[in-house]
């Protein structure tokens, strides 16, 4: 059973730093497809960054330039490095990979296992 732990959500000001970890397990990150969702308050949940088993990525249109995706196999994490955060990034983060092995990594809709979700609160 894959299991998704999400932690590293603080309350920052604008123009901080924080990075996302996601704990996996019942599942190695480096086999298959991996991503990052938000969902902020009213608004439905959106894909924020994703990666496949070679380590492509692609990144939401919204935060190109300030966030990155990436894993550590080892360790069987996956993370989300943001940065120059903005009052709109606000949102709770969660971790998800598809159910299917023969999902496509980069059809947000694929992805139907979840985290609990860590909260992101940026202050202007």
């Known amino acids: 059973q894959v299991h998704l732990v999400e932690s590293g959500g603080d309350s920052v000001q604008a123009g901080g730093s924080l990075r996302l970890s996601c704990a996996v397990s019942?599942?190695?990150?480096?086999?298959?497809?991996m991503a990052w969702f938000r969902q902020a308050p009213g608004k439905e949940r959106e894909g924020v960054a994703a990666?496949?088993?070679?380590?492509?990525?692609i990144v939401g249109d919204s935060v190109r330039d300030r966030f990155t995706i990436t894993r550590d196999n080892d360790k069987n994490a996956l993370y989300l490095q943001m940065s120059s955060l903005k009052a709109e990034d606000t949102a709770m983060y969660y971790c998800?990979?598809?159910?299917?092995?023969?999902?496509?990594?980069?059809?947000?809709?694929?992805?139907?296992?979840w985290g609990q979700g860590t909260q992101v609160t940026v202050s202007s």
């Open positions: 019942g599942y190695s990150v480096g086999r298959d497809c």
């Open positions: 990666m496949d088993a070679a380590g492509s990525t």
């Open positions: 998800a990979t598809p159910r299917s092995g023969d999902a496509w990594c980069w059809d947000w809709g694929a992805y139907n296992v």
